[in-house]
């Protein structure tokens, strides 16, 4: 288990996701906001995805890499950090590399995920 690095405060590495220790490997905030980067694996015979076709998303964060969303739109996607290897991608699904940041750091008037005050992916 790792957590991930959020673009705002660092992530569990930098500070508590809930003020009671200073931080570490196992002290995540499961509820985050994702952007996906680039695609790193299409389906055999799929089409690419516009990376900025893809909304910021509230998803979950599982411990090994991976984000998880509810969201019926995104089933045949999967988010992971640049620390999940090709060889442990799910083969069947468009694979995408994201930056996250946890949802208390979370504000989409400030948002540095997209880093552009003019996106249109809030």
């Not at 790792?2 to 570490?24: H, I, L, N, Q």
């Not at 799910?90 to 005050?117: G, I, N, Q, R």
Request: contains cysteine; hydrophobic residues 30%; aromatic residues 10%.
């Amino acid at each position: 288990m790792f957590p991930y690095k959020c673009v705002e405060c660092g992530g569990a590495t930098s500070r508590c996701a809930y003020g009671c220790c200073d931080g570490g490997q196992l002290c995540w905030e499961e509820n985050c906001r994702i952007i996906a980067l680039e695609q790193v694996h299409t389906p055999d015979g799929a089409l690419p995805i516009r990376v900025t076709s893809i909304p910021i998303l509230e998803v979950k964060y599982n411990g090994y890499g991976r984000f998880i969303t509810d969201n019926p739109a995104y089933a045949t996607y999967e988010f992971v950090t640049e620390d999940v290897g090709s060889k442990d991608y799910d083969k069947k699904k468009h694979v995408f590399h994201v930056e996250a940041m946890c949802a208390s750091c979370y504000d989409p008037d400030l948002c540095k995920l997209c880093k552009d005050d003019r996106c249109e992916r809030h």
